[in-house]
């Protein structure tokens, strides 16, 4: 089959765009307002930019009525915002986090999650989250669209501290990714949760391998 998104129909029950481009990792944005307020949401469109320096992203469309949600208000006045890595355990809580609420509500008490304050930015994280991001704001990046949710907000961040629970890492020093279950989103209303991982190496790599890793003091040799 073929079809030009908002052009031609696909002809199918569901749409399938977002269902082609998975798992996308989740970004659990936690924001604090100028007021004070804390706030919490899921952003299905998030990832990593860089690691030297350590810089992530996160895509927010507008709300059902076409305003710009709270977490990008609260980062861009602010300047700080918090990524808590969403987990298998965590995921009700996850989902609850994601409703639209009036403004003013607290996201970390509507889902029944402790907050735990940060080090270097004015923002609570989820204390029950085996790993959090501390990211001081870069800019926005404001691409229009169709419809009320269509226009997009891109924040980006530079990540200025990580929280890593002891029980998260291996003894060989790696992330314990099969035992954290970190959750993704699919398309439609489906998730999944990472159980299984294989490895692969570049042959003939060297240097790059520093890339691939991540690793912010090789990358400087």
């Known amino acids: 089959m073929f079809y030009q998104p908002g ?24 924001t604090r307002s100028k007021d004070g307020i804390d706030n919490l949401a899921p952003y299905s469109q998030f990832t990593n930019v860089s690691f030297d320096p350590a810089m992530v992203m996160f895509s927010s469309n507008q709300t059902t009525d076409g305003r710009r949600k709270d977490s990008v208000v609260n980062a861009e006045q602010t300047g700080v915002f918090v990524w808590n890595m969403a987990t298998w355990d965590l995921r009700e809580h996850v989902n609850l986090s994601a409703e639209e609420l009036p403004y003013g509500v607290d996201e970390f008490e509507h889902a029944g999650l402790e907050k735990a304050d940060c080090v270097n930015v004015a923002a609570s994280r989820v204390s029950t989250s085996p790993i959090q991001f501390e990211c001081e704001y870069i800019q926005t990046v404001r691409l229009p669209g169709n419809g009320p949710m269509g226009t997009v907000d891109v924040i980006f961040g530079k990540v200025v501290g990580v929280h890593i629970a002891d029980g998260a890492l291996t003894n060989d020093g790696k992330v314990d990714v099969l035992k954290l279950r970190p959750i993704a989103r699919m398309g439609y209303y489906e998730y999944t949760s990472v159980e299984s991982k294989f490895e692969m190496v570049i042959p003939n790599s060297g240097r790059l391998l520093a890339g691939l890793e991540g690793a912010a003091a090789k990358n400087k040799r």
Request: aromatic content about 12%; proline content about 17%.
């Open 7 to 30: 052009v031609t129909p696909h002809g199918l029950a569901y749409d399938p765009f977002k269902s082609c481009v998975v798992p996308r990792p989740i970004g659990w944005i936690s």
